[in-house]
């Protein structure tokens, strides 16, 4: 027993580690960061103060926020040759191809944050990852559509100032709207982590090598690129801009409840959470509010939606199987109308995504027991047999 939680023996001995950090009941649709439900972290926190939470285990008091704030914005800005580093990238390259590398890159511009057996070093490497991200996702937007970077403005908070990096331009004011930015800020709390997901367990398995924090997190970037995994929300508005129109949803549905075809319902269905995933709730919501502001209420997409989703959720397939809307199931249609491109939304959850990482690969280095992980296999293949020379085959 520890607090409220037993221990199911069976459910540990399948466990792959052990961690504080984020707790998740697929049953109950449940998920909490550090103990602290993700509905009230969403409408009371903001996101970097969801980043402290996740690093150091508890929320920050005003004095501890004004000084994480201020060791963040001190690393915002990335090294002038990484700008020249993205003219090596074709224009239309994905940006996730161009975030698995310029990520991966930091390594070679912060060499006195990969050492990570000094503490100091560790915690430099965690405040440069979560600060210059936004700034090479928004630069890796600007090469995409042929604009200038635009540098960090500090004096914005975290969310307002990457929205700044991504849609200002030279010849004008920027004004922030208050309602994407308080809509992407939540968007970032519910993406920031998710215990052992796909990409967390890259990263840790990479950090348990001693690689390079920079190195790690480009692992994260990379398997976190997946329609399966983080590359879903992509994957999802695809399939809601295919289906068109609520007339069609029975035709596609069919095709997800057919063994034969390898068609799913992009946005349903999740490895752990057998009931409604907590967050699609909240990015219901912040889906609809974004799309009010727009007068956008009719947006076809969110019909779409709307309607296989109330579909889906009273058919006996997916009743039996427990497929439920995940998280990325209304996040394309949010963002799509804030005006970032399907190319993009990957790189938003990445965004997000880095703090969890970030928290995951400290809590496992500064674990004085963590070996190099090196999971085992069930070898199924050919028994032992005897080399056959070339001409004798
Ligand atoms: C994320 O791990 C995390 O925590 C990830 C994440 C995070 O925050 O890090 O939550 C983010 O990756 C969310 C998931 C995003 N992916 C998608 O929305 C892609 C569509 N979903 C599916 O590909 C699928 O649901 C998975 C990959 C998410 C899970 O696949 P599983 O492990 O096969 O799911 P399951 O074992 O619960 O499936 C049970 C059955 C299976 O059929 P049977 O083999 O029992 O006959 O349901 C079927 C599956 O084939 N099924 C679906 C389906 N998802 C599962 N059928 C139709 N449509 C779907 N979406």
């Given at each position: 027993q520890t607090g409220m939680f037993t221990y199911d023996p069976g459910f540990t001995s399948t466990a792959s580690c052990e961690s504080e950090i984020t707790y998740i009941d697929g049953d109950e649709g449940v998920l909490l960061y550090r103990g602290y439900p993700i509905e009230q972290l969403a409408e009371q926190g903001d996101f970097l103060e969801t980043c402290y939470l996740l690093l150091y285990g508890e929320l920050p008091t005003p004095i501890?926020?004004?000084?994480?704030?201020?060791r963040i914005t001190r690393h915002t800005m990335v090294h002038e040759q990484m700008a020249r580093f993205f003219q090596g990238f074709r224009r239309d390259a994905h940006p996730m191809a161009v975030m698995v590398a310029s990520v991966g890159a930091l390594?070679?511009?912060?060499h006195d944050s990969?050492?990570?057996?000094?503490?100091?070093?560790?915690?430099?490497?965690?405040?440069r990852l979560i600060a210059k991200i936004p700034t090479l996702a928004a630069m890796a937007y600007k090469y995409s559509i042929g604009q200038p970077f635009v540098y960090p403005k500090n004096e914005l908070d975290y969310t307002s100032n990457f929205l700044r990096m991504c849609y200002a331009v030279p010849c004008e004011e920027y004004k922030i709207n208050p309602i994407f930015a308080r809509a992407l800020d939540r968007i970032f709390i519910l993406h920031a982590d998710h215990e052992q997901n796909a990409s967390t367990s890259t990263v840790r398995l990479a950090g348990s090598s001693g690689a390079n924090p920079f190195a790690c997190i480009a692992a994260g970037v990379a398997c976190l690129w997946g329609p399966a995994h983080g590359g879903a929300n992509e994957a999802a508005l695809k399939m809601l801009t295919e289906i068109g129109t609520v007339e069609n949803i029975p035709k596609y549905?069919?095709?997800?409840?057919?063994?034969?075809?390898?068609?799913?319902?992009?946005?349903?269905?999740?490895?752990?959470?057998?009931?409604?995933?907590?967050?699609?709730k909240i990015m219901q919501q912040t889906c609809h509010e974004v799309l009010n502001e727009l007068g956008m209420k009719d947006?076809?997409?969110?019909?779409?939606a709307i309607e296989l989703e109330?579909?889906?959720?009273?058919?006996?397939?997916?009743?039996?199987?427990?497929?439920?809307?995940?998280?990325?199931?209304?996040?394309?249609?949010?963002?799509?109308a804030m005006g970032f491109?399907?190319?993009?939304?990957?790189?938003?959850?990445?965004?997000?995504?880095?703090?969890?990482?970030?928290?995951?690969w400290k809590e496992m280095i500064e674990d004085p027991g963590q070996k190099i992980g090196r999971p085992r296999q069930l070898y199924?293949?050919?028994?032992?047999?005897d080399y056959v020379p070339l001409d004798k085959r």
């Open positions: 501890q926020r004004r000084d994480f704030n201020y390594s070679a511009f912060y990969t050492d990570i057996s000094d503490q100091r070093q560790r915690m430099v490497a965690s405040m549905v069919a095709r997800a409840k057919d063994k034969n075809d390898p068609f799913r319902l992009m946005g349903f269905g999740h490895r752990v959470y057998k009931n409604y995933d907590p967050r699609a947006d076809p997409l969110l019909q779409v109330r579909i889906a959720l009273s058919d006996e397939y997916f009743i039996e199987k427990k497929l439920y809307p995940n998280i990325d199931f209304y996040s394309g249609i949010t963002l799509k491109p399907i190319s993009m939304f990957t790189v938003l959850f990445a965004v997000a995504r880095t703090s969890g990482w970030i928290a995951q199924i293949g050919a028994a032992r047999r």
